[in-house]
T-cell receptor
Framework: NAGVTQTPKFRVLKTGQSMTLLCAQDMNHEYMYWYRQDPGMGLRLIHYSVGEGTTAKGEVPDGYNVSRLKKQNFLLGLESAAPSQTSVYFC???????????FGDGTRLSIL | KNEVEQSPQNLTAQEGEFITINCSYSVGISALHWLQQHPGGGIVSLFMLSSGKKKHGRLIATINIQEKHSSLHITASHPRDSAVYICAVSYFGNEKLTFGTGTRLTIIP
């Protein structure tokens, strides 16, 4: 049982490049989340989804876009990467908003 | 100002010691979560509680709703307990979590 799988695990980009981070879950969860984790700060919510075809903004959505075309997948896109987006990105899923979240292993992204 | 405050930020203890990590929050919540993040990054949910106390192995989580405070205790601590422990809260009618900045625990053999 894979749980929540994030790809890639590491990536280095140049400023202005674009990329997509993929999150896949095999637990049939409705809710999915994308967070970023920066030194000295708590996890911050970028975007989230409460079901297939839905997305909503979190605390720090600027510079990111998301899509939830299939229930099991939640994609996070950076259209034009900036050094301020250097961070560790975590995806999580839960059955609903009142259940514990299951996290992926994270993606370490560096923007030069 | 973070709505979820954890203390201490860092804690170093000898193997076998009883560990307490604290979390306080500012407004009423629907649930409080404790999570563990090991070096290398993976995050695991330990507890979700809205009242009273929960126990899993050597870990105990308590919450006092009136005082808006929760504690995570580790009995007979072991070096493998070394990790960052994160407190998070959810609010009624809100699908999102608000996270504390974490407590880095180091257990020395």
């Amino acid at each position: 049982n894979a749980g929540v799988t994030q790809t890639p695990k590491f990536r280095v980009l140049k400023t202005g490049q674009s990329m997509t981070l993929l999150c896949a879950q095999d637990m049939n969860h409705e809710y999915m989340y994308w967070y970023r984790q920066d030194p000295g700060m708590g996890l911050r919510l970028i975007h989230y989804s409460v079901g297939e075809g839905t997305t909503a903004k979190g605390e720090v959505p600027d510079g990111y876009n998301v899509s939830r075309l299939k229930k099991q997948n939640f994609l996070l896109g950076l259209e034009s990467a900036a050094p301020s987006q250097t961070s560790v990105y975590f995806c999580a899923s839960s059955g609903d908003g009142n259940q514990p979240q299951h996290f992926g292993d994270g993606t370490r992204l560096s923007i030069l | 100002k973070n709505e979820v405050e954890q203390s201490p930020q860092n804690l170093t203890a000898q193997e076998g010691e009883f560990i307490t990590i604290n979390c306080s929050y500012s407004v009423g919540i629907s649930a409080l979560h404790w999570l563990q993040q090991h070096p290398g990054g993976g995050i695991v949910s330990l507890f979700m509680l809205s009242s009273g106390k929960k126990k899993h192995g050597r870990l105990i989580a308590t919450i006092n709703i009136q005082e808006k405070h929760s504690s995570l205790h580790i009995t007979a601590s072991h070096p493998r307990d070394s990790a960052v422990y994160i407190c998070a809260v959810s609010y009624f009618g809100n699908e999102k979590l608000t996270f504390g900045t974490g407590t880095r625990l180091t257990i020395i053999p």
